[in-house]
């Protein structure tokens, strides 16, 4: 991780905290709360400035914020606990629960409208990709099927689908040898559902490799297909693959293409093992797969559809969310993998910023990142969690 990603990181993470703490502050002003502090980040006092009784300052740490409350148990930073009248309507124990209520919600709140504001604005510049059909391919189930160009999916084994994200949920927890049922809508209205059992593909030439994308766009193999080509003359695990038959291996399309014109003759390619940069001829051999369910989703300019998809996003990603929680909960997922803490939100800006993209690409997914931990972190908030 570079200093520049560190620093978006954090800069991110801030951001939400600060937006969240102001909810709760103009909660608290606007029902008539006495407020003692505002402060923006963490550490030494930078920059303070008493306005009506309330403390504004600016920290040197860019990374949280906190609202202090009159009559909260917790004491303003260099000043102590300040005396009050235990009548005083102003103090936060003295106003009616449903403030309180209101208050306490307001940051989470203010969490949620940023992820619709941030997702409304990339979806404008790029395109909403919204839940109906653009193209049946072949050799997919879908292509047997009556699904159609155009018909919107409403459920997929029995999870509402309203944006992308439901439908890779959905199609994450599918098991390998279940049978898909997808609820869909025709242009005309008519509601439909259709089953489709899984399916083998025709055997087709495969290298039998799986591999890793790195940070740094390099491609490591994870495991070696009993078939394939193994040992000191063919691929092994650990091995970093440059080319395939002179193609980069990054180009996905133009590599698969190559492997399925070989018609199983041998195809030079470039790695390095422990190291040291070599030279294999492998063979890429026949091998029968799952054939895959092949949904191609719409992209959508239409104002309609992004304003929508801008709705329906943050709702998704917390229906994700609670999803995520009631694993935990069964003990299908560990707590580290259903909250993400400051480092792992830290680490993910950083892996952004470090990736080798252009700017616009950095830019839109520091974005889209803002927009998934504003709804998670809020969310979080509303949890019983001290």
Partial sequence: ???????????????????????????????????????????????????????????????????????????????????????????????????RAIVIAMGPFLNFVTALLVFVILFTAQGAVVPRIGRVRE???????????????????GMRVTSPLDLSIAEMGHGEDEAWVIEYVKADGSRHQ??????KAPPRPMLGITYSEGEDGSY????????????????????????????????????TQAILESEGQPLSSEIIRKGKKMELVVTPFMLEADMPLGIVLTLSKRAGDILSQGIQYPISIFRT??????????????????????????????????????????????????????????????????
Avoid: C
């Fill in 1 to 99: 991780m570079t200093f520049l990603g560190i620093l978006a990181g954090v800069l991110i993470l801030g951001l939400i905290m600060v937006i969240h703490e102001l909810g709760h502050f103009l909660a608290g002003r606007a029902l008539g709360f006495k407020i003692e502090q505002f402060s923006i980040f963490m550490g030494p006092v930078l920059f303070e400035r008493e306005k009506n009784g309330i403390r504004y300052n600016i920290k040197a740490l860019p990374l949280g914020a906190s609202v202090s409350f009159a009559g909260e148990e917790s004491e303003i930073e260099g000043q102590g606990k300040a005396d009050y009248e235990p009548d005083d309507p102003g103090l936060f124990e003295n106003k009616p629960k449903w403030q």
């Fill in 220 to 255: 490591t193999i994870v495991s070696v297909h009993a078939d394939a080509d193994q040992g000191e003359a063919g691929f092994m695990q650990g091995d970093q693959v440059l080319t395939l038959a002179g193609i980069p291996f990054g180009e996905t399309e133009a590599v």
């Fill in 194 to 199: 259709e089953t489709l059992e899984p399916q």
């Fill in 321 to 386: 969310t609670v999803r995520g929680l009631g694993m935990l909960f069964a003990g299908k997922i560990g707590f580290r993998d259903s909250f993400a803490g400051p480092i792992t939100i830290v680490s993910m800006a950083a892996d952004t910023v470090t990736g080798g993209r252009s700017l616009a690409d950095i830019a839109s997914s520091l974005a889209t990142l803002l927009g998934l931990l504003s709804v998670a972190i809020g969310f979080t908030n509303l949890l019983p969690i001290p």
């Fill in 139 to 157: 050799e997919t189930l879908l292509y047997s099927s009556s699904i159609e160009t155009g018909d919107r999916i409403t459920r997929l084994n």
